[in-house]
């Protein structure tokens, strides 16, 4: 009799982070269910996983497509380990006096409403097993200003404010809940298309990006992916509460190539 195997579901995991997580956690002896309203790239996602993944319809603005998704997952597999809140837009751009309310209300209900939801439905699962993981993707952008739009930087706040809420109320249970909060990565969130155009416009912003980096250049999805699986497994089982930053440096200041002259000559020190 084979043991079962951890059971994941993954938001978003089409493209980008979300489909390099469904890649790792497969890697990692898990299950994997994809949760996307692109279904029919989840779909292909998932084939290319092998018989370990599935696919799902899943709109993480809608309450009963989570609801439907966490019931059906554990018609079948009979638990829930890990969730991975990764689904996210980059909203609306440009000045705050000229974007409307409903950009607001769309931005929040994508970036921010479908952690709430997602943590919801997972925490009802996982409470009635004593354990689980729940991993929110959230953002360098929303732990500094200036690192993003005004509404996809106040909602990975938020994402961070609730993890670290949600973490105090459900450890008393044995479910841990952290957040990722990645720098510039290359995914098609920062281009605005999710087909083949992505990789075009993608080789500019990757130029434009790694500029700024301390490591000179963007973030890999894989390397995102890889802390979420450390997150989700027993290795980190003393960490909940935390918002990990995997940024190459990025928050810590500019380049040390972009200091002034007189930081990086060398003075000798005077007695």
């Known amino acids: 009799m084979h043991e079962q195997r951890p059971v994941c579901l993954i938001t978003g995991g089409a493209s980008g982070i979300g489909a390099a997580c469904a890649s790792a ?11 996307d309203i692109q279904h029919d790239k989840s779909r292909a996602v998932a084939a290319a996983l092998g018989e370990h993944a599935s696919a799902c319809e899943l709109n993480v603005a809608v309450e009963a497509d989570f609801e439907n998704a966490v019931t059906a997952l554990m018609a079948t597999h009979g638990r829930l380990d890990c969730l991975v809140n990764n689904a996210a837009i980059v909203g609306a751009l440009g000045p705050i006096a000229e974007i409307p309310l409903e950009e607001f209300e769309y931005a929040q209900s994508i970036i921010f409403r479908s952690v709430f939801l997602g943590m ?13 993981s729940i991993v929110n993707i959230a953002s360098a952008a929303g732990l500094v200003a200036g690192y993003g739009p005004h509404l996809y930087s106040a909602c990975k706040a938020a994402v961070v404010q609730l993890t670290q809420s949600v973490a105090l109320e459900l450890i008393e249970q044995g479910i841990r809940v ?28 990757r130029i434009d990006r790694a500029d700024d980096q301390p490591m ?6 894989a ?3 890889d802390a979420v699986v450390w997150l989700a497994s027993a290795q980190s089982s003393y960490v909940t509460g935390h918002a990990l930053v995997i940024d190459g440096g990025l928050l810590a200041g500019p380049p040390w190539r972009k200091q002034p002259d007189y930081y990086r000559e060398f003075r000798p020190a005077r007695r």
Request: net charge positive; charged share 20%; with cysteine.
């Open 25 to 35: 956690f497969i890697t990692a002896g898990y299950t994997v269910i994809i949760g």
């Open 178 to 205: 952290n957040a990722v909060c990645p720098g510039n990565v290359e995914t098609p969130i920062h281009t605005g298309v999710t087909d083949e155009r992505w990789l075009r416009r993608m080789d500019k912003i």
């Open 223 to 225: 390397e995102i992916a």
């Open 216 to 221: 000179g250049r963007m973030a890999l999805p």
């Open 120 to 132: 919801k439905h997972a925490a009802r699962a996982m409470q009635g097993q004593g354990s689980g």
